[in-house]
């Protein structure tokens, strides 16, 4: 720089020059009057190149605006031109906004509706259950529709009195829709041929066609709540029903097809049977369903008195309250009888009624949680993830400790 008298600093001519130079690139530089160009970024960087300084560039950006944004890529290349920060920052304020990006509407996939189940039974007004759980009955025309269940496996089970029960599992999946139709049939007698000759022994009387046909089974005096079929307390010696493997606290299912759940049936379903018929047998023996085909042979002239099973084999029986999932408001009280490989529970009303399978059972034990204030406990089974909820209840129905409960279905499990 050089001094002149009076103190005054004036620019060198070369910076004088450049200055010129670049208002003339800029039309609106000291013409207020014309339409400012917007600067460029090479505007930005021909100025500060030019030694204008940054205070200058800033108030002629104000003026005219820039076209461009300042990213951090531009903000470096204004530094290395001269620019200062508070430039920069002028900048910024003044970058045009970039274009908004398309919007458009977001596609949400809807939720996954629950599944549906449709029941169609002939004929209609029958009893169906899920899991062992009643659901209701169909229609007269023979139709129901549950729109409430978890996807997943579900065991079906479709029943009217005077009929064979109709089994099947069914997959559910989420927003589909799935149909069990049965068409349930009255039982009849299978046809079979007898056996040639059944082993004599000293206990098996003679064949004598014309007199009543004798099986050999004792009923339980006192069925066990829940209990399908007819439990019995043992087989006589030397019978038919020991001779095919029956024997005490077996359940008698069925007769020839014919459903039992008394004494009396089995009698009735044997009732016409002659002595060398061939009967068939079904019966639960703890773990599985079992079928023979049995040969009656004649009743001893005194039958003696019926068989007495070991009592720490037999069925233990508790009060209990089944919770129907809404934290105690809503249950059940009924009767809870293990043993003979079943867990048993029938509601005093009748509206529930379970067979649980001791083999079935994934474990049995207190809640951690889930009405944790009244002692309850719950039977998880293996399949289906399906949870059974209980409270050991006194006469009154005050809850009491589960704990003979869980110790007679472990002694049971064998545990």
């Excluded at 720089?1 to 800029?26: D, E, K």
């Excluded at 505007?43 to 605006?65: M, N, Y």
């Excluded at 207190?366 to 006194?394: M, Q, T």
Aim: net charge neutral; with cysteine; glycine share 10%.
């Amino acid at each position: 720089m050089v001094s002149y008298s009076g103190g005054r600093r004036i620019p060198n001519i070369l910076a004088l020059l450049a200055l010129m130079a670049a208002i003339a690139l800029i039309p609106s530089f000291g013409n207020a009057q014309k339409v400012a160009k917007k600067l460029a970024k090479q505007d930005v960087i021909d100025l500060l190149t030019g030694d204008v300084p940054s205070d200058q560039v800033a108030q002629e950006a104000r003026k005219a605006g820039i076209s461009f944004q300042v990213t951090a890529s531009v903000a470096k290349e204004i530094r290395d031109a001269g620019g200062t920060d508070a430039l920069i920052s002028v900048l910024k304020t003044l970058a045009p906004r970039p274009p908004a990006a398309p919007t458009s509407t977001p596609h949400n996939p809807p939720a996954t509706s629950p599944p549906v189940l449709v029941i169609e039974s002939t004929p209609g007004q029958s009893q169906v259950y899920i899991d062992d759980e009643p659901m209701g009955s169909t229609s007269q025309q023979g139709r129901l529709k549950l729109t409430r269940l978890a996807a997943g496996d579900h065991h079906v089970r479709i029943s009217l009195s005077g009929y064979q029960d109709h089994e099947e599992t069914v997959t559910l999946a989420g927003g589909e829709v799935a149909t069990v139709a049965a068409t349930l049939q009255r039982p009849s007698a299978p046809q079979v041929s007898p056996p040639t000759q059944l082993p004599q022994t000293e206990e098996t009387p003679t064949v004598n066609p014309g007199r009543a046909g004798y099986l050999g089974v004792a009923a339980m005096e006192q069925q066990p709540a829940g209990a399908r079929g007819v439990v019995i307390s043992g087989a006589f010696p030397g019978t038919p029903a020991e001779q095919a493997g029956l024997k005490a606290y077996d359940a008698i299912l069925a007769v020839n097809g014919r459903r039992v759940t008394t004494q009396q049936n089995i009698h009735d379903a044997l009732a016409g049977h002659q002595v060398g018929d061939v009967v068939q047998v079904t019966w639960y023996n703890g773990s599985t369903n079992v079928t023979r085909q049995i040969q009656l042979v004649a009743a001893p002239e005194r039958v003696p008195p019926g068989p007495q099973p070991s009592p720490n084999k037999g069925f233990t029986s508790f009060r209990v309250a089944h919770d129907h999932g809404h934290s105690g408001q809503d249950y059940c009280v009924g009767v809870m009888s293990v043993g003979n490989g079943m867990i048993y529970y029938k509601a005093d009303n009748g509206i529930h009624t379970f067979e649980i399978p001791l083999n079935s059972i994934k474990e049995a034990c207190r809640n951690a949680v889930y009405l944790v204030g009244y002692g309850a406990f719950h039977i998880r089974l293996n399949r289906g993830n399906v949870n059974y909820n209980f409270v050991a209840i006194n006469q009154q129905t005050q809850p009491q400790p589960p704990d003979p409960i869980l110790t007679a279905i472990d002694n049971a499990m064998g545990r």
